[in-house]
């Protein structure tokens, strides 16, 4: 499986980002995309994820300014990133868990501890 997430950069404090991971390589009828970002030193963060029937996960530190999408002809997951701060200033990676169990209590930390493959992250900088 590959996964290549791309669209970081550098962005100014209220400004709007989106950032794209197009994945490949496999054949699952049921999957999950996601986004997670990790400092150095520090713990993955599961931000989104959205299976490939649109059931869709936010963590609660960014409902509301994070939308996660896809297009499942293209097998790209976008996640678009509005009023951006200093503090969401991170390396953003895509993952996929090609295994997940569809249950009612499925969510980030699930799709956290199911990854299967991940790509090289992209960095967003939010400063002035």
């Known amino acids: 499986v590959q996964l290549q997430a791309c669209g970081g950069g550098l962005v100014q404090p209220g400004e709007s980002l989106t950032l794209s991971c197009a994945a490949s390589g496999f054949t699952r009828s049921y999957y999950v995309i996601g986004w997670f970002r990790q400092a150095l030193g520090k713990e993955r963060e599961g931000i989104s994820a959205i299976s490939n029937s649109n059931t869709k996960y936010y963590s609660d530190s960014v409902k509301g300014r994070f939308t996660i999408s896809r297009d499942n002809a293209k097998n790209i997951v976008y996640l678009h990133i509005n009023s951006l701060n200093p503090g969401d200033t991170d390396v953003y990676y895509c993952?996929?868990?090609?295994?997940?169990?569809?249950?009612?209590?499925?969510?980030?930390?699930?799709?956290?501890?199911?990854?299967?493959?991940w790509g090289r992250g992209t960095l967003v900088t939010v400063s002035s």
């Open positions: 993952g996929i868990d090609l295994n997940p169990d569809g249950s009612r209590t499925y969510g980030l930390g699930e799709f956290l501890n199911g990854l299967d493959g």
